[in-house]
């Protein structure tokens, strides 16, 4: 159906920068909403950043001001821009993409970001 793989995890010092990538592939036709998850062991997983096909964004307070999400319609690739990274942002980043089909959500397998000095 849907094949969904996120790449650019990996271990920063806090105030670096890492930017994360999540390509769609397969039936992949009407993609609408795509964003980032992240979890934390014995947490529940919570929303980073949305971007709809038309470019509208949503980020969580949290990361506000200190990560950018975008994407690439032709592509069917999601990014996001982490900078300014802080010990908290450590967690298994997951990327969600969503269709106008039924099933209409998927998920990566999840891309982990450890942020420590």
């Known amino acids: 159906q849907v094949q969904v793989v996120e790449s650019g995890g990996g271990l920063v010092q806090p105030g670096g920068s890492l930017r994360l990538s999540c390509a769609a592939s397969?039936?992949?036709?009407?993609?609408?909403?795509m964003g980032w998850y992240r979890q934390i062991p014995g947490k529940q997983r919570e929303l980073v950043a949305t971007i709809t096909r038309g470019g509208l964004t949503n980020y969580a307070d949290s990361v506000k001001g200190r990560f950018t999400i975008s994407r690439d319609n032709t592509k069917n690739t999601v990014y996001l821009q982490m900078n300014s990274l802080k010990p908290e942002d450590t967690a298994v980043y997951y990327c969600?993409?969503?269709?106008?089909?039924?099933?209409?959500?998927?998920w990566g397998q999840g891309t982990q970001v450890t942020v420590s000095s």
């Open positions: 397969g039936s992949i036709f009407s993609i609408t909403t």
């Open positions: 969600k993409v969503e269709r106008g089909s039924l099933p209409n959500r998927f």
